[in-house]
Every structure is written in structure tokens, then in C-alpha cells.
């Protein structure tokens, strides 16, 4: 198995589709200096290929990437409508990483371990990656703009103190934005966070949609206590949704448990299948397309968990 190609190409924000040049879902604009403007949506449209590529991470019970399978180990369902799988490969193109940090009040006695979970992330990235860091309390910050130097992101957190309230959403809003800047092909966020929002300025709809167009996977650590707010009870869920939409994943940790599974989630990133189809279904229609994928474990193999991207818009005239 070969890298699929590519530079030279654009992705979709949805769902990795190459070649679907179009606008994104347009996010109500908030008075906040600290945002970036939502993109207006575009009134072009052109059709070079219509190619859809999905990423596929598939792990063991313990949370270990299982590799080596083969197309055939791969069922995709569009619209629950089986596909024809045409293309396939390992993806190790370089990442943009985008760390989405929380430094509110709640966070000061977990910070050292979070710092410690970031490092350890940071530590399985390979040289062609390039990094940013945003923290966030009641207003978020891109602290360190797009970098190669991941030591700078481990710099600023160093000097990172807690307190404040939390504006979770609107931090990962700003990410989105950030991420975009990216030459890369392949994008990610990690955040990193103990609770539910409590201040953000953007509604979890405006973000659900957001990240729906984008092409960022997206990884969350929550590091929850007993919540004693709706907002925090709606923490967990949210961050799950967002995550599972992208293909990334969430994990609810222990203090202990930080920085293996920052560990994980970098080499996770890193061996993930690509499987690419031509939907059956032409039309532009403008609407989201469901996506499932479903593995056929080789035998003695079985107690595999798949996470992919779940869906993508299609183009419209």
C-alpha cells in the first residue's frame, strides 16, 4: 500500500472529497475581537473529480492501531448504499496539529499533568509538521501561531496560569479558523479541557456545523470531575460529537492517565487507512451524505473499533 496523492489538490471540508471546490456553512458572526469573521459562503462551484476519500483509523480492544488490512477487510455505505472501494492506502502525509489548551480557574491543580499530556503528544510528531497552540480561559488566544517548532508550544505552556471562566466553543471556533492557514494536507486538533462551557460567544449548533465542514480531525482529552452545572454535564457529550464527526475521538481521563493517552492519540494519527470511492449517487443536491464504514476482521482477529469521518456535503448547482 502507497500514499494516496495529495499536493496539488484541495480537500473538501467535509469529508476529505477531492476536487469539490465550494464555501463554507456560514457561522453568525459574535461581537468578539478575539474571533475571526466567519468565511461567507461562495456562489462557485467546479467539479474536478469526484473522488471521495475517507479516513479510517481501526484499533484493538486496547487501544492499539491494528495495520495490515487490505481493501477487501473494508465495507463503505453512502447514503447506506454500498460503494465500490476503488482506492486504498496508508496516509502518512505530515499534520497540522492544532493544541487547544484550557487554563480557566478549574484547571490549576491539573495543569502540570495536562503540560505533561501535551509534551507527550507533541513527542510522537515527525519533522515535516507544523503546530499552534491556543489557550483559553473565559476568551481564547492563539498563543503561538502556525510553527515547526513544537518546543515553542511546550515553552508557552510552561508559562501558563489558570483562572477565569470557560469559553470552550469559541476557542475551538478560532482553532477551525487558525487550522485553515495550513499547507497541509492533513489537519487535527487536540483539546484539551476539565469541563463544559460557560461563557463562549458561539452556540454549540454554530460549532456542530462548523466542524462538519471542516477537514480537521479532531482528538479531545476531558479530564472531568462530579458537574455541578448543566453546562458541565453537557461537557462530555459535546465533545464526543464533535469528535466522532471528524473520525477523531474523545477520552474521559484520569490524571494518571494523561499522557498515555495523548501518547496514543498522536501514533493513532499517524496510521490511519484511506479509502476512496465514487459515490453511486451523482446528484448535486446540496444535502449531507451519511458515511459508514464497516470492517471485516481477518480471521482470528475480532474486538476492532473503527472511527472515520461520518459524512460529507455534497456539491450543488
Given at each position: 500500500?502507497?500514499?494516496?496523492?495529495?499536493?496539488?489538490?484541495?480537500?473538501?471540508p467535509?469529508?476529505?472529497?477531492?476536487?469539490?471546490?465550494?464555501?463554507?456553512?456560514?457561522v453568525?458572526t459574535?461581537?468578539r475581537?478575539?474571533?475571526?469573521?466567519?468565511?461567507?459562503?461562495?456562489?462557485?462551484?467546479?467539479?474536478?473529480?469526484?473522488?471521495?476519500?475517507?479516513?479510517?483509523?481501526?484499533?484493538?480492544?486496547r487501544?492499539?492501531?491494528?495495520t495490515?488490512?487490505?481493501?477487501?477487510?473494508?465495507?463503505?455505505?453512502?447514503?447506506s448504499v454500498?460503494?465500490?472501494?476503488t482506492?486504498?492506502?496508508?496516509?502518512?502525509a505530515?499534520?497540522?496539529?492544532?493544541?487547544?489548551?484550557?487554563?480557566?480557574?478549574?484547571?490549576s491543580?491539573?495543569?502540570?499533568?495536562a503540560?505533561?499530556?501535551?509534551?507527550?503528544?507533541?513527542?510522537?510528531?515527525?519533522?515535516?509538521?507544523?503546530?499552534?497552540?491556543?489557550?483559553?480561559?473565559?476568551?481564547?488566544?492563539?498563543?503561538?501561531?502556525?510553527?515547526?517548532?513544537y518546543?515553542?508550544?511546550?515553552s508557552?505552556?510552561?508559562?501558563?496560569?489558570?483562572?477565569?471562566r470557560?469559553?470552550?466553543?469559541?476557542a475551538?471556533?478560532?482553532?477551525?479558523h487558525?487550522?485553515?492557514?495550513?499547507?497541509?494536507?492533513?489537519k487535527?486538533?487536540?483539546?484539551?479541557?476539565?469541563?463544559?462551557?460557560?461563557?463562549?460567544?458561539?452556540?454549540?449548533?454554530?460549532?456542530?456545523?462548523?466542524?462538519?465542514?471542516?477537514?480537521?480531525?479532531?482528538?479531545a482529552?476531558?479530564?472531568y470531575?462530579?458537574?455541578?452545572?448543566?453546562?458541565?454535564?453537557?461537557?462530555?457529550s459535546?465533545?464526543?460529537?464533535?469528535?466522532?464527526q471528524?473520525?477523531?475521538r474523545?477520552?474521559?481521563?484520569?490524571?494518571?492517565?494523561?499522557?498515555?493517552?495523548?501518547?496514543?492519540?498522536?501514533?493513532?494519527?499517524?496510521?490511519?487507512?484511506?479509502?476512496?470511492?465514487?459515490?453511486?449517487?451523482?446528484?448535486?443536491?446540496?444535502?449531507?451524505h451519511?458515511?459508514?464504514?464497516?470492517?471485516?476482521?481477518?480471521?482470528?482477529m475480532?474486538?476492532?473499533?473503527?472511527?472515520?469521518?461520518?459524512?460529507?456535503?455534497?456539491?450543488?448547482?
Amino acid at each position: 500500500m502507497g500514499s494516496l496523492p495529495f499536493s496539488g489538490w484541495r480537500l473538501c471540508p467535509a469529508l476529505l472529497s477531492l476536487g469539490v471546490l465550494y464555501g463554507q456553512v456560514l457561522v453568525e458572526t459574535r461581537a468578539r475581537a478575539s474571533l475571526p469573521p466567519p468565511v461567507m459562503p461562495s456562489a462557485s462551484l467546479r467539479i474536478d473529480s469526484n473522488l471521495v476519500l475517507v479516513p479510517v483509523t481501526v484499533c484493538d480492544n486496547r487501544n492499539r492501531p491494528v495495520t495490515g488490512l487490505e481493501k477487501q477487510h473494508f465495507r463503505v455505505f453512502d447514503d447506506s448504499v454500498e460503494q465500490t472501494v476503488t482506492q486504498f492506502a496508508m496516509d502518512d502525509a505530515p499534520l497540522s496539529i492544532g493544541l487547544v489548551f484550557d487554563i480557566s480557574g478549574s484547571m490549576s491543580n491539573k495543569l502540570r499533568l495536562a503540560r505533561d499530556a501535551a509534551s507527550e503528544f507533541l513527542n510522537t510528531s515527525n519533522p515535516e509538521d507544523d503546530f499552534f497552540l491556543v489557550e483559553f480561559n473565559e476568551r481564547p488566544k492563539l498563543v503561538t501561531p502556525l510553527t515547526e517548532d513544537y518546543q515553542e508550544i511546550e515553552s508557552q505552556l510552561s508559562l501558563a496560569e489558570a483562572h477565569g471562566r470557560t469559553a470552550l466553543m469559541d476557542a475551538i471556533v478560532l482553532a477551525m479558523h487558525e487550522i485553515k492557514r495550513s499547507g497541509k494536507s492533513r489537519k487535527a486538533l487536540l483539546i484539551v479541557s476539565d469541563g463544559g462551557d460557560n461563557c463562549s460567544r458561539y452556540t454549540s449548533g454554530e460549532l456542530k456545523n462548523l466542524v462538519r465542514e471542516s477537514d480537521a480531525i479532531v482528538y479531545a482529552i476531558g479530564i472531568y470531575g462530579l458537574a455541578s452545572s448543566p453546562e458541565e454535564l453537557a461537557g462530555p457529550s459535546l465533545l464526543t460529537e464533535i469528535a466522532e464527526q471528524t473520525g477523531g475521538r474523545h477520552f474521559a481521563a484520569d490524571l494518571r492517565d494523561l499522557p498515555d493517552i495523548a501518547a496514543k492519540i498522536g501514533v493513532e494519527l499517524r496510521n490511519r487507512y484511506v479509502i476512496g470511492y465514487s459515490p453511486t449517487n451523482q446528484q448535486r443536491d446540496g444535502r449531507y451524505h451519511p458515511v459508514q464504514i464497516k470492517v471485516v476482521p481477518p480471521r482470528g482477529m475480532s474486538s476492532l473499533r473503527t472511527s472515520w469521518r461520518r459524512g460529507y456535503y455534497a456539491p450543488s448547482e
